[in-house]
Structures are given as C-alpha cells and as structure tokens.
C-alpha cells in the first residue's frame, strides 16, 4: 500500500479549496443527524485522515454526507423506549458496527456488494432523500415543529401553519440559498464558506439576538476522549441490524463516486482497499463521538474540479480545517441555524433534480424499481424506504431471471454462427433437431419452469421426427443443486422419450460438476461439444452413421 505522494502546488490550492466548502458542511450535517455539532467536525478529520492515508481514490473525499446522516437519524428514532442520552449512544455504535462491517468485507474480499443496491434504487433513493432533507431543514429557519415523522403529514403540518413561521429566519433561509447559487458559478470561490462568514458577522453585530435568530451553540471539541459505547447485548444486537443498511447505503454511494471518477480518468480502482480505508474512518469518527462518513459525489468532484493531482489535497484539507477550528472556534458557535439549513439544501441541490431518472423511462427500463424507491422514501421514510427499495430492486432481477425466456437457434447460411430464428428468418432449421438456448443463467428460481417449456416443444415436436435436442448452456457459469436436480430429470425423460439430448458451450464449473454428479442419462459425451456447432455436426455424423449401419 503506498502512503501519499508529496503534494504538489495543485494539491495546495484544492487542498484550501474544499476546506472552506467541507467544514460548514460538516457542522450543518450534524444537525440533520441530531447531534451536536462537533459531531461533523470530529467526523470531517476522521473521514479525511482515514481515507488520505489508506484509500486508493486520488479525488474521493471522505466526509460525513447528507445521505449518511439522514440514515443515522432515522435509525436512531427507530430505537424506541429508551432515554435520549442512550439513543445517542445506539447511534455511535451504529457507526462502529458499519466500520467493522467495513472491515469484514474487506477481508472477505467483498468489494463488489454495493452492486447489490441497483442504480434506479439509488437514483430513486437519493431524489426522495433530498426532498426529505430539504423538507425537514425548513423548521430550523421558520421555528414551525411539525408532531409527525412521515413525509406527507410532515409537509401538511408545516405549510398548514405558515401564518405562525418565524419570518426573520425564512428571509435568512432565502438569502443564504441566493448567495450560494450566484457563488456557485465561481469554482475558485469557497461560497458556504463565505456565506457562514457573513452570518457570524449578522450575530456578532447583534442582529440575530434582535431578530430571534438562532446560533449552533457550544461545539465541546476539548472534552472528546475515544471510548466505547456501553450497550446491553439485545441493544447491540438491534445497532448489528440497522447498522447494514447504513454500512449499504454509506458503501454504495462511496463506490460510484470513486468509480466514476476513475473511470474519467483512467485510474485503476481497488474496492476491497477503499472498504479497508472505510472501515478505518468510519471506527475511529465512532471513537471519538462522530457521525458516519463516505465519499461523497459532491465533496469529491469539488475536489477534482479544485485541481486534485493526489490524495495530498485531503489531507492539507484536513490540516487547514483544523487550524480553522483551532482559531476560530468560539466564532464558529455564532453560526446562524437558518444558514446551516442554506447549505444543506445547496449541498443536496443537485439530487433535487428529475432529470436524473429520465432515461430509464426514455430506455423503459426498470421504471418501476425508480419509482418504487422514489415513493418507498416518501412513504415510509429514509430507513425502511431504502430497505424497500432494495427488496423491491432484488425482487424484480428474481422475476426477471425466472421467467423461462427460450431462444431457438437456426444456422446462418454458410456459416458455423447460430442464431434465434425468431430474429433471423435466413437462419436453417435442421429438420429432426432442435437448438435451444436459455436466455437467462439457471438457478432454483427458473430452472424448474425452463426445462417445463424445453419439455413442452419437446413433446410437441416429437410427432414430427424429433430426434435430438441441443442445449445451449453459455449463459450458465454454474449450476446450483436445484438446477442440477431438475436437469437430471429432464435427461432422464428425454432418455424415456427416445430424443438424444446433447449440451454445449458448457462452462468448465458445469463440466466438473456434471462429472462429479455422474447422472446415468447424460453420459460425458452428452457434455463434450464446446460449441452448438460441435454438438450438432456430431449428431449429423452419429445420425448418418446410425442410418449407414440400418
């Protein structure tokens, strides 16, 4: 593992750069988690220490997120029935369990699981977290506490009460929102930065105190110690439960942000390193009382646009926040809560849009997995929508999978290319054989049902003359026990019927496999062709020497 590069001046000024964008990010995430505010700042060093020492990602920025965040705080209001103080605990060790699991997957070499939250679910997921996000920030600045959790009784509350909202902090709000979109357009120019700078100066000047507007408070950063929580054994085995969706959706977003920064590139990618990195930074924010952290889309591109050369610029971001802390603490308490909710909203800005989920009805694509974690959020909130989303996301691949999709080969004229004679009427069809390819790997879920339909063409076909059948098995990599099973009692009924059963384009797992089953109807000579055209230019020369010998 190399450690990071000497930085270079490009990494000096991406390095300051983002430091003035993550720290007011970092504080005004915490508020979206409910936990005090050093809470972000704690997380922010941990993230970028972690992460610039040990990640592979030369652009990715490990930080707490508004996702992550969202997920905490709706985990911990999961856990009923116990005091606030041990809520707040259940949350931390919500974050070391996701770093140990962290940790587990990447010695189990598992750097692939996030393909297992499909795109649509997080293209869904995070269009109804941000609109979650933005609807729950307004309370900060108009000072209106909606009693219901739900989004929709939620929004009703809120805006049912607009005559009692707190006028002052909604035109802060507003204001704040305005000068981060006109400071947007200059990339050079740290706006939430800037625009938390004028705020302190607003309540430094008296203003806010005159105006009702509210500061962050105390950020209690000299008492932290490392330490574990204290947890009963059911309580750590509830945080155990809730702490795999954080750990899914923390991983999920921190893979495609890496991704495809690499991808843009050319810069190799290495999953199981960046779970370790994870795992690293995610233990040691739980340590010392932080919040979750991942790399975020949006902290991570501001750092390649910032011009990033190496993950140097991380850790001199890392350095400059702390000497910002270090100076400027007790101005940093004077922070305006209406403002912080401003860079929330920004910071999620870019996921409000619907412009995200176009193609997939443009491809007509898994349009019902989009809107289905588009409305799992909305309707049952941020935790339980993202594990809808998933079962939903997971049941629709089963459907697709099960379904026994048959194709039936042809040869192309003059040619050795087979191929589906629905599609390509040119193809021959050799009289007495049949060619079948299932378009789909076989699994318990659709084994049963594609070996019912190959036995129906079958049956139908045997009036005809059928002599053979030729299976196709390229999409298969291997065979599961139920697979298995119901091939054997397919060669057995095709041995009953009298049609020869030949399989090609077997992969060497399924080879092994069949060999090591030893089925009686389907002798290794059955299996032996590598090609469709290798099994049927074997059942020509067995049929021409069978009608020879007649």
Known sequence: MRMPSLPRGADWVAGLSIAGLLLPEAVAYAGIAGVPPQAGVVALFAGLLAYGLLGSSRFAIVSSTSSSAAVLAAATASVLHVSGAQQHAMGLAMVLMAGVIFFLAALARLGAVSQFIAKPVLRGFALGLALTIVLKQLPVAVGVHPVHSDFLRYGWELFSQWRSWHMPGLAMLLAGLLALRLLGRFKAVPGALLVIAAGIVFQSLGYGQAWGIASVGSMALGGIRPELPTLAMAEWLRVGQLAMALALILYAESYSSISSLALRHGDAVSPNRDLLALGAANTLSALFQGLPVGAGYSASSANEVAGARSKAAGLIACAAIGLLVWQLLAWMERIPEPLLAAVVMHAVGHSLSPAALKP??????????????????????????????????????????????????????????????????????????????????????????????????????????????????????????????????????????????????????????????NLAALPPQAYAAWSVADAVDGQAVQAAAGSAMT
Not at 460 to 471: D, F, H, P, S
């Open 360 to 517: 997939y009805f443009a491809w007509k694509r898994d349009r019902l997995v989009v809107l289905a974690a588009l409305a799992a959020v909305l309707l049952f909130g941020v935790l339980d929508g993202l594990l809808v989303a998933i079962a939903v996301s997971i049941a629709m691949l089963l459907k697709r999978f099960a379904q026994p999709r048959l194709s039936w080969l042809g040869r192309l004229p003059q040619s050795h290319d087979f191929v589906d004679a629905a599609l390509n009427p040119e193809a021959q069809v050799q009289a007495g054989l049949l060619i079948a390819r299932p378009e789909a790997p076989l699994f318990f879920g659709n084994a049963e049902a594609v070996f019912a339909a190959l036995g129906a063409q079958v049956q139908a076909g045997r009036g005809a003359g059928l002599q053979a059948l030729v299976l196709s098995l390229e999409e298969s990599s291997d065979l599961d026990g139920s697979s298995l099973e119901a091939l054997a009692s397919f060669a057995a009924q095709m041995q009953q019927w009298g049609v020869e059963l030949r399989l090609a384009r077997c992969k060497d797992a399924v080879r092994v496999l069949l060999q090591r089953a």
